[in-house]
């Protein structure tokens, strides 16, 4: 950061001092190091994505194949609806 920048954490450090500013921010960055990064062998929804789309795929495969979409076409037509 350069000298003729302001820090975005002027206004905390004047009211909590330079001292308890650095401590907590370095208390959040191990933190999120520990949860979130450094394979901590966490679950992780960014890593799941072709289980995700495997899933998807078998839910859209499922009715068809047991015939229950069909059945769900045929009721659907069954019922009329006016606006």
């Not at 495997?54 to 019922?79: D, H, Q, Y």
Request: proline share 4%; net charge positive.
């Amino acid at each position: 950061m350069s000298a003729n920048q302001p820090c975005i954490f002027e206004g905390l450090q004047r009211r909590i001092g330079k001292y308890h500013l650095d401590q907590r921010l370095s208390i959040q960055a191990d933190h999120s190091v520990k949860y979130f990064g450094k394979g901590s062998g966490k679950f992780h929804w960014e890593n799941m994505v072709p289980e995700l789309e495997s899933i998807s795929r078998s839910l859209k495969v499922g009715p068809t194949a047991s015939g229950l979409e069909r059945k769900g076409m045929r009721e659907n037509e069954k019922c009329a609806f006016s606006l």
